[in-house]
């Protein structure tokens, strides 16, 4: 059973920094490209970066405040994404999905990942 974990959401003031992780099981990350995306509610769900399975070249939205580092360890089926300088309008549920390494749509488009992860919440407040 494939499996996607995120970890390492939570409460931060604005100007902080948070560390996702995106555990995989039951798959070979590294057949996979990794995709972060988050949806806040009401709103639609936003891509924000996307790193290749092989090369880890990675790409990245405008959706973010702050700068994101997308990151993967392949050697530990893991994933992450690093999030800096964090504001309020970042609050939403982070997701990291598994697309495919020979799919070549759009990283934006949710519809071609293969798996998804249950969230991580992340709430900027002060």
């Known amino acids: 059973q494939v499996q996607l974990v995120e970890s390492g959401g939570g409460l931060v003031q604005p100007g902080g920094s948070l560390r996702l992780s995106c555990a995989a099981s039951?798959?070979?990350?590294?057949?996979?490209?990794i995709g972060w995306f988050r949806q806040a509610p009401g709103k639609e769900r936003e891509a924000l970066s996307f790193?290749?399975?092989?090369?880890?070249?990675?790409s990245y939205g405008d959706s973010a405040k702050g700068p994101l580092t997308a990151s993967r360890d392949n050697a530990k089926n893991t994933a992450y994404l690093q999030m800096d300088s964090l504001e309020p309008e970042d609050t939403a549920v982070y997701y990291c999905?598994?697309?495919?390494?020979?799919?070549?749509?759009?990283?934006?488009?949710?519809?071609?990942?293969?798996?998804w992860g249950q969230g991580t919440q992340v709430t900027v407040f002060s």
């Open positions: 999905a598994a697309r495919s390494w020979f799919k070549y749509g759009s990283w934006r488009d949710p519809v071609d990942y293969d798996y």
């Open positions: 790193i290749d399975h092989a090369h880890g070249s990675v």
């Open positions: 039951g798959l070979t990350l590294a057949e996979y490209g």
